[in-house]
């Protein structure tokens, strides 16, 4: 049985190597040749390569947890490792430094550790279940700067109806809130933890995208709001303070 200290140590040093390769990567992605998966969803052998290492890496050090990834598939169960390894497909293709490699582990349907490496921004976040959240490798606490100015992470994906993503902008906007859409989850999760914006939010997301981010930002000392399947697209989620949540809960939290 591993405990919980040693899951998070073994994400971290295993994120910490995936991100060095991926950056690798990234700077040569120019050689890579695009596929595209659906609508707005795109892959690389990049992605691949790096989820092959984390789940190398996780087998030999963690031997018997299950792992679900991206690419490469898996089924949820109790407890299980859940990898997104090049989250931002589209962003690292692009060039923007806008993309994350992200494990977490979700036990008893609650993501408890969470690791997420951001390569072209040098920033590495990493918590669990009541250990706080650290910073590369540091204490970090989340402090927000003009807290006046509200701000709100988006999320976009094909299966989430324009219309419905309309409503919940719309909703913000006539509040006062301002808008930031990143196309990557872990970039909105990320950034809410860090206190760039005041929380994320996504429908029809899947479990690897949000993982780690969730257990990031409840160290963070944000609320967190998460339930569907572990299937493809069938996860709702909302991490952020109680007054984002007050206007966009309505709208996000229905059948």
Known sequence: MHDIDQRLAVAVHIVHEAACSALALFDARGRFALEEKGAREY?????????????????????????????????????????????????????SPLWGVSL?????????????AYPSLGITLSAARGRGLS??????????????VHLAAVGD?????ATEIAQVEYALRTSGWGLAE?????????????GFVDGYLERHTSIWDI???????????????????YDGGGQTIFAGTDALLTVVGPHLFRS
């Not at 892959?43 to 990834?69: K, Y």
């Not at 977490?104 to 997420?116: K, Q, Y």
């Not at 590369?136 to 006046?148: A, K, Q, T, Y």
């Open 43 to 95: 892959v690389s052998e990049a992605d691949r390569m790096i989820e092959r290492r984390i789940r190398e890496a996780l087998a030999a050090a963690l031997p018997g947890d299950d792992v679900m990834g991206e690419e490469m598939g898996g089924e949820g169960s109790n407890a299980f490792w859940a990898i997104d390894p090049i989250d931002g497909t589209a962003n690292f293709l692009r060039g």
């Open 182 to 194: 990143y196309r990557c989850a872990t970039i909105g999760l990320g950034f809410a933890a860090l």
């Open 211 to 229: 993982a780690a981010g969730a257990a990031i930002c409840r160290e963070a000392g944000l609320s967190i709001q998460a339930h569907g399947t």
């Open 157 to 161: 994906n094909a299966r989430w109806p």
């Open 104 to 116: 977490g582990f979700v036990e008893d349907d609650e993501a408890v550790v969470g690791v997420i």
């Open 135 to 148: 910073r590369n490798g540091l204490p970090f606490e989340r402090i927000v700067d003009f807290p006046s």
